[in-house]
Structure formats: structure tokens, C-alpha cells
């Protein structure tokens, strides 16, 4: 008689967790195993992903993308505050008056900021345009990865409704032949009765 479900011995049975959705039993290995293995075709697809963005990307580009990151940093608000100070009360003690070279109302400190200011914002946006295409082509890839295992639980549930189907009909096929042992049982019962008489 074939064997249709496993048994759990009961000191596995603490370990073991429903699949959720599959009523489908998996132990704590089982679980940390999937587990490991998404997590490893995570790391391969994020390493063919920056490997592809190194080689499409040129050194003018990377650069960009470091300032974009260092001016968006805290690094960089506090050596850039420090620099303001250091400036402002350089230029305005009276001991270091005969080094002053931007007298308040800091106008060459301004003019460095704007300069900053009007080569920063396009630096990062470029750098902003670059990350939005790599997160768009990230986001096709996820997609496709979802469409991906959406076909292939489409296709498990399938199989389990056939399975669960087939089940149904080789158990009402099972009641059946008892139905029928029964019948003959209770003839030869009877017959058996009548020979006795």
C-alpha cells in the first residue's frame, strides 16, 4: 500500500512550521536552507548589478556620484559648518585683523558659496538621474524575478489541485471497493446463515 503522508516523530514535531498558504510542513533546517538560498541569489543579482554599473559607468560619473554622496552626509554639513566658522571668526576677531581677506559683510564668502551651490546641485542631479535609471532597472528585474515565481506558484497550485483531485477520486474509488467487500461480505454472511439453517 503506498504511503500518502510522512510521518513527524513528536520531537520534530516542535520544529517543524506550516508553510503558509501550502498546509505544507518544513522543518527549522528546511526553512534556514530556502532561507540561505535566497538570500545567496540576492547576492548574486546585487553583484551582477554593481558589476554592470562599474562597466557602464564612466570615471566622470563615479565621481559625481562620490561628490553627490559626500555632500549628502552629515561629514559633510559638519566639516562645512566648521569651515563657516573657522571663516566668519577668522575675518571678523580684531586680533586677526591685519589677515582679514573677507571683511563683513563676507562678500567673497558669499560669491565661494554660490560657486559651490551652482556647481553641487547639477553634480547631484546628475548623480540622482543615474540612481533613478539604476533603480528603474532594478525594479524591472524585481518584477521580473515576481512574475517569475508568481508562474511558478500559479504552476505548484495546479499540481495540487490535481493531486487533491486525484486523491478525491482514489478515495471514492477506495469507499466504493468497500462498499462492494461490504455487499459480499453481508452475501456470504447470509448465504453462510442459510447453510447453517
Known amino acids: 500500500m ?36 535566497v538570500d545567496d541569489y540576492e547576492k548574486i543579482i546585487l553583484s551582477r548589478l554593481e558589476e554592470e554599473y562599474s562597466s557602464k559607468t564612466t570615471y566622470p ?6 561628490i553627490a554622496q559626500f555632500g549628502g ?5 559638519f566639516c562645512f559648518g566648521a569651515f563657516l566658522i573657522v571663516w566668519t ?6 586680533l586677526t585683523k591685519a589677515f582679514h581677506f573677507d ?5 567673497l564668502l558669499n560669491l565661494c558659496l554660490s560657486f559651490i551651490a551652482a556647481f553641487q546641485a547639477p ?15 532594478e525594479s524591472v528585474i524585481d518584477f521580473a524575478i515576481n ?14 489541485h490535481r493531486i487533491e483531485a486525484e486523491e478525491k477520486k482514489n478515495l471514492q474509488q477506495v ?5 462492494q467487500i461490504r455487499l459480499l461480505l453481508e452475501s456470504l454472511e447470509s448465504k453462510l446463515e442459510n447453510y447453517i439453517k
Open 61 to 66: 560619473d563615479r565621481l559625481a556620484d562620490r
Open 2 to 37: 503506498r504511503e500518502t503522508s510522512r510521518e513527524i516523530p513528536s520531537n520534530d514535531f516542535e520544529d517543524a512550521s506550516i508553510f503558509e498558504g501550502f498546509d505544507i510542513e518544513l522543518h527549522k533546517k528546511d526553512v534556514q536552507r530556502i532561507d540561505r538560498l
Open 73 to 77: 552626509s552629515w561629514k559633510f554639513i
Open 123 to 137: 553634480v547631484i542631479m546628475m548623480s540622482q538621474n543615474r540612481q533613478t535609471a539604476r533603480d528603474k532597472h
Open 89 to 94: 571668526i577668522w575675518n571678523a576677531l580684531v
Open 103 to 107: 571683511e563683513p559683510p563676507f562678500i
Open 147 to 160: 512574475y517569475k515565481a508568481e508562474l511558478e506558484i500559479d504552476d505548484i497550485q495546479s499540481h495540487l
Open 175 to 179: 469507499k466504493f471497493e468497500f462498499l
